[in-house]
């Protein structure tokens, strides 16, 4: 069987690509069949031919790793179609790191096309890859002034007493409200009996994780039909105030946690020199008192990110980057995508442009 070979004809197929997200899939307009006409009617107004239209439901555009996405990708690279579609740019994603890693592994030159209804982006020319990477960059911003608003706005609830989320297990919200015009909380008789159950059996000396088998046995569920564990069990009854947890006595004086990315890196390229692996380093990095920016614990994947990060300003380190690309063949423009998503940044801001990228390969020092 012959390798496949790119397109070389000017005739556009396209694989449609359609998503929403679990908040959006009510909204009019972002629904996967509005999505979808409008592939259809953009294709046949352009005398495109559509082979297929796959979906993401109910999946976030924050990541590349998404089932639709990557079978239509495939369907691509196998010489189904030279185009991937979509009505909207965010559709496709909302990183401009992931945007620019699919530029560079796809839409970087004359073999496959990106196509969006709305913003009309188009990556046949040098002008459309810009208009896209801008695109790109405000969909980024977007979506992180989102999350921002939405952060501020659950801290002003929390600071002025507004309950959030449902009613906890015992009580249910009633029609009654109080002073600042929040529902009342009111027991509910059927999950108080059960409480007084709990705490009875505590009091005798029952362990939790027994109390929590006992009630699955006897088909008595917990909220929303789930069943019981041990340490629901426990959380219902400290809620109530009938069951107070022990602290623990540390063994030996903690690790202070900080956050410092730069010495994280370095020390986390230190233990993949010593063959171990994302998961192992995470955790030697937690015992060593590194954590990501907002604490908790090291992922396979943060630590991926991690081993990527370089210091922006090291211009020695960006030159020895760029040669390795040159000798992999990329041509200025790729490698100065690469640059960016490696983390490093020209001097005094700005893109890597050609120009800046010839530069920094020639003299081995901050592109002019």
Request: charge should be positive; glycine fraction near 8%; hydrophobic fraction near 40%.
């Amino acid at each position: 069987m012959k390798p496949h070979t790119p397109h070389a004809d000017l005739t556009k197929t396209a694989i449609g690509y359609v998503r929403v997200s679990t908040q959006e899939q009510a909204k009019e307009g972002v629904s996967l069949d509005a999505q979808r006409d409008k592939l259809r009617s953009y294709c046949k107004l352009n005398g495109i031919k559509l082979v297929d239209i796959v979906a993401d439901e109910g999946i976030s555009g924050s990541t590349l790793d998404r089932p639709g996405l990557q079978a239509a990708l495939r369907m691509i690279r196998r010489g189904r179609a030279n185009t991937l579609i979509v009505a909207k740019l965010d559709r496709l994603s909302r990183s401009l790191r992931d945007v620019c890693a699919l530029m560079s592994d796809y839409f970087t030159d004359d073999r496959y096309h990106l196509l969006s209804v709305c913003g009309m982006v188009n990556t046949h020319s040098a002008a459309g890859r810009m208009l896209m990477m801008n695109l790109a960059n405000y969909n980024q911003f977007e979506r992180e002034l989102i999350s921002e608003r939405t952060r501020e706005a659950l801290q002003h609830m929390k600071a002025q007493g507004i309950r959030l989320g449902p009613a906890k297990y015992g009580y249910e919200l009633s029609n009654q409200l109080d002073e600042k015009g929040r529902r009342m909380l009111v027991p509910l008789a059927s999950e108080q009996e059960i409480i007084a159950r709990l705490a009875a059996a505590q009091a005798d000396g029952v362990g939790f994780n027994d109390i929590a088998r006992q009630l699955n046995a006897e088909g008595v569920r917990a909220r929303r039909g789930g069943e019981w564990t041990g340490r629901f069990a426990s959380a219902v009854l400290q809620r109530e105030g009938k069951y107070k947890v022990r602290p623990h006595k540390p063994y030996s004086p903690r690790v202070p946690l900080v956050y410092d990315k730069p010495a994280a890196a370095a020390r986390a390229r230190e233990l993949r020199a010593e063959k171990l692996s994302l998961r192992l380093i995470g955790v030697r990095l937690r015992k060593e008192g590194f954590v990501p920016l907002r604490g908790g614990h090291w992922h396979p994947a943060s630590v991926a990110e991690l081993l990527r990060y370089r210091d922006p300003d090291d211009r020695v380190a960006a030159a020895e980057r760029a040669s390795e690309l040159r000798a992999q063949g990329m041509s200025l423009r790729e490698i100065g995508v690469r640059l960016a998503m490696d983390g490093y940044l020209p001097e005094p801001g700005g893109a890597w442009y050609p120009a800046r990228v010839a530069a920094l390969l020639a003299s081995g020092s901050p592109a002019q």
